[in-house]
């Protein structure tokens, strides 16, 4: 018994197929007409791909403001009046975000008073910021030269296409000419298909900039007026006092020691015990 198989249910997917190999053949001949510009214009389209890509990744909440320090943040007050500060800051400065680096800046003992600090947390944030904007340059370049690429590529195209009708001196036929002028806009719709997702890529990116910006000034605001209303510099005084404080095991030797020494009051304060950043 013979047995008979039907390919009349593949039938669509190889019209499909078909379908699928006609469209690629028209943009690999779409993106060969535009000559030279339309590879420039290509080139454009792979930069801002991965620029875009890379900023948005990198520009997300979690990797700017991490949600475990931000709620640290935003209970100070607490943390502070529990003597804590310390432990804050090294916080801080083990964070590898801008609002942990901001925030280091914020708490550095070096700094006497809240005018100090806040000049210094606005330089940091300034320089964080331009972190931030890494690569909108680049989509800048793009959104401007993609365009122009498009055009200088149809200028060229229709001078080539003129020129030719010059030599031969046949202008019977005007299909030739459609033709020809066709080909040479190319480019620009291939200018134009790259530089308008630029557009919005960018604004997009700028937008979530200047609102992580606005995110990061309030808690830095937050931060520099609940640590100097608490003491400020003099919140590690007073933990790496009562540090020192602590009732350390009895050894069975100390009854044979004399009374320990008084230590300076100011010596055992001295910046080198203070906390200080690795960055």
Known sequence: METVISLSGLQPVFAVLEVDASVNQKI??????????????????????????????????????????????????RIFQQGHAIELFRELDASDSPIGRIGCVAMLPEHGTREEAQDAVEATAREEVVRLQTGLSALEVVITIAPL?????????????????????????????AAGIAKALNTTIGGLAVAVPTVIVHSFLQKRIEALAARMEILMGHLLSTFHRNGGRA??????????????????????????????????LEMGEFPRSSN
């Open 149 to 177: 690429l498009g055009l200088l590529g149809t200028v060229s195209g229709l001078v080539t296409v003129f020129a030719t009708l010059g030599e031969n001196g046949d202008v019977s036929d005007p299909s030739i000419i």
């Open 235 to 268: 919140l590690y005084e007073h933990e790496l006092a009562e540090q020192r404080r602590e009732p350390v095991a009895e050894s069975p030797f100390t009854s044979l020691q004399g009374p320990p020494e008084q230590e300076d009051e100011e010596e055992s």
């Open 28 to 77: 690999w001949e779409f993106l060969l007409s535009g000559g030279i510009f339309m590879g420039f214009i290509a080139i454009c389209s792979f930069v801002a791909f991965a620029v875009a890509i890379h900023r948005l990744i990198s520009l997300r909440w979690r990797s700017v403001l991490p949600p475990e320090l931000v709620g640290r943040l935003e209970r100070a007050e």
